[in-house]
């Protein structure tokens, strides 16, 4: 953390940061850098997210969860990489005037989130900020040499996988924006605490790496949205595809959501904020990746395939329960 | 890059930041990660600082230079340790309306950079800001295993070394502010610009990073000002220590506007933005470091010494021209 700002900075970081980087590369948070190993045989995987407030998340969210998130979201792109982690970096602009009881609940749902997955914080900078808070993690994960799983690498012909369930993230983020719409009014409390939940809390698969590794031929994390993310899958790796809406995986809540207001249907499944894995595999590869999924506990679906570019035509058509092609008003989320 | 935000930051990805991210471990930007292989029998070096408009530049640098301040920092840092750079991840937070001009003026610089420094840009995340220009940057680096030099490694009995000319970051910034005070008012226009310069673009040590591994027992780099620096390095080492302000290296311009306003003397070893080299080491070492230095085609001067802690009393002390100890009002420089 040091090589900017003086005393102040300096006391944030012994006071809340140092407490919890008791990983020895960290150095306590008092040297210019941390030092780590990385294990023989492997390569760095490496990401980084930035989240800002007011954008990324509700300026009252409370700070743990802010801190959890912002480690999640970058967790989720090493996972889906099949990576595990090695530890993270941490750079926060604090807006003038935060107090000291929000930044101590910071640093407490970081540094549980660190144990929790396995990620040490080992380094980072503190600085001030005239403008809201922004956070920027930056993880570092390892991989066997040459085994880091990509996006572009799908072959045709294979079939389309996603982990656990899929909107529940959107659906929280319309839950909180418009809560008297149509489609909530007859949620259950559980269901609302579900959704509210899953858009605050995102779970990183890390328990699948090992199984990405071993069996798939490409895969990402959906953030921006399902439609969206495998699209962009499928145009990075030269393929087309189909997604079978009847085949993907809801949560009560979500179905719950969604039969009370079918326009809510769309909002799931391009509303982004899921932080699943989004895989492709041989279909022959399914039964073994579904039993390491099992153990891992995590569920996945198998939601669609992909085809030869050259006799389906271009790009992902998204095909209703009686198999007929739907459009969509929008594909993706972006905050530009 | 990708994982977050849609459209329109793929689009600023795509156009600005893929054409500089030419190194294959960058994936050409389009994956949820870069991937890096560390050399063999090395360890990482990992530091991330942040940069906010109004605080840790003006609003008005142009962004060029903006963004090479930002790789600069953290090069400085990994110089400091000893490190050779493997390659950067920038997170970029774009304030509403910043227009295209700009955001190109800072890839160009960026990748200009990039280049200079052999610290390749591997990825990262760009997001938009209600409020000032952010940037953070993570530089990744390697040693040889075990031989990160760290801070709080420093000897008793060693000489105190600093690489390069001092204060004039500290005195850039404060003919930016002050243009008009007495210590500016006689200086040419050439030592104006070299000031300004010195202040904008710091100039990251790599080149000592192999003498440094080889010869000192401790170093940092000057970033919150002298005094203050070496005091701290000084207490993490346990060890005191004593600071020749007659030793000094200053620039011609520096000299100049110190000896036209003496209080700038205490602005340029306390007001930070240095960016230079300290270092400790055996005064058996100096010979060695200083013919590897003049090799690197940068000045080292030796400016005090460190001492036994019970010998000596607590900390730092700082002599002047005649021997004797100097009061200062503050010892580094803090945004806090």
Request: hydrophobic residues 50%.
């Amino acid at each position: 953390m040091a090589g900017e700002g003086g005393s102040g900075e300096d006391d944030v970081i012994a006071r809340l940061f140092a407490p919890i980087a008791t990983h020895p590369g960290a150095l306590g948070l008092t040297d210019d850098a941390a030092c780590l190993p990385v294990p023989p045989g492997h390569e760095l995987v490496l990401t980084k997210d930035a989240l800002v407030a007011g954008v990324h998340f509700f300026p009252d969210d409370p700070l743990d969860s802010v801190a959890r998130k912002a480690m999640r979201v970058n967790l989720s792109d090493l996972a889906a990489k099949g990576a595990a982690p090695l530890g993270v970096l941490l750079a926060i602009a604090i807006p003038d005037g935060m107090d000291a009881a929000a930044l101590a609940a910071f640093a407490q749902g970081l540094g549980e989130d660190c144990r929790t997955y396995g990620a040490p914080l080992l380094g980072g900078d503190t600085v001030r900020t005239p403008g809201p808070l922004t956070i920027s993690i930056t993880a570092l994960g390892s991989v066997p040499a040459g085994r880091m799983v990509r996006r572009a690498s799908a072959g045709a012909g294979q079939a389309i996988v996603v982990s656990g369930t899929i909107g529940d993230g959107a659906l929280g983020l319309a839950l909180r924006l418009e809560p008297g719409r149509v489609g909530f009014a007859a949620l259950s409390e559980q269901a609302r605490r579900h959704l509210a939940d899953r858009y605050l809390h995102p779970r990183p698969r890390l328990a699948l790496a090992g199984a990405l590794r071993a069996h798939a031929s490409a895969a990402m994390d959906v953030s921006d949205g399902l439609v969206g993310d495998l699209a962009k899958m499928l145009r990075a790796s030269g393929v087309a595809g189909e997604l079978d809406l009847a085949r993907l995986p809801f949560s009560a809540a979500a179905r719950a959501a969604i039969a009370a207001e079918p326009a809510l249907l769309e909002t799931a499944i391009t509303g982004g904020d899921d932080y699943e894995v989004l895989a492709v595999m041989p279909p022959e590869r399914l039964d073994a990746f579904h039993t390491l999924a099992t153990v891992a506990g995590i569920g996945v679906a198998v939601i669609g395939r992909t085809l030869d570019a050259g006799d389906a035509g271009e790009g992902l058509t998204v095909r209703d329960a009686q198999g007929l092609p739907v459009t969509l008003s929008r594909t993706s989320f972006s905050h530009f």
